[in-house]
């Protein structure tokens, strides 16, 4: 079992920045495959970006084109944080973002343990 909590969410007017964290418990965090995802109301959730280990010292990266270049993803494995950094937000960045975990190698989709949600809201 992997149990997560996501913090960090808020309301910014756009062109602002916010940082969402995601500690992790149960399981060697370093292992980990990590996501964050996020859904809007009325839609479907939608992947943002991922982190896998590739070997012992390096992670792959992956993003949605829509926050490629404005969002990024990393992690304190000594914390056994997730971190998803968010600048120049637009008000379509708007939704309830989730972290993700999976103990096996997951890209954009299928993991097996969530976070609860956090609200982020963009003004215009």
């Known amino acids: 079992q992997v149990h997560l909590v996501e913090s960090g969410g808020g309301l910014v007017q756009a062109g602002g920045s916010l940082r969402l964290s995601c500690a992790a418990s149960?399981?060697?965090?370093?292992?980990?495959?990590m996501a964050w995802f996020r859904q809007a109301p009325g839609k479907e959730r939608e992947f943002i970006t991922a982190?896998?280990?590739?070997?012992?010292?390096?992670?792959?990266?992956d993003y949605a084109d829509s926050v490629k270049g404005r969002f990024t993803i990393s992690r304190d494995n000594a914390k056994n944080t997730i971190y998803l950094q968010m600048n120049s937000l637009k008000p379509e960045d708007t939704a309830v973002y989730y972290c993700?975990?999976?103990?096996?190698?997951?890209?954009?989709?299928?993991?097996?343990?969530w976070g609860q949600g956090i609200q982020v809201t963009v003004s215009s």
């Open positions: 993700a975990a999976d103990t096996s190698r997951k890209y954009r989709e299928n993991y097996d343990y």
């Open positions: 149960g399981r060697t965090f370093s292992t980990l495959s």
């Open positions: 982190q896998w280990r590739g070997d012992s010292v390096t992670y792959f990266v």
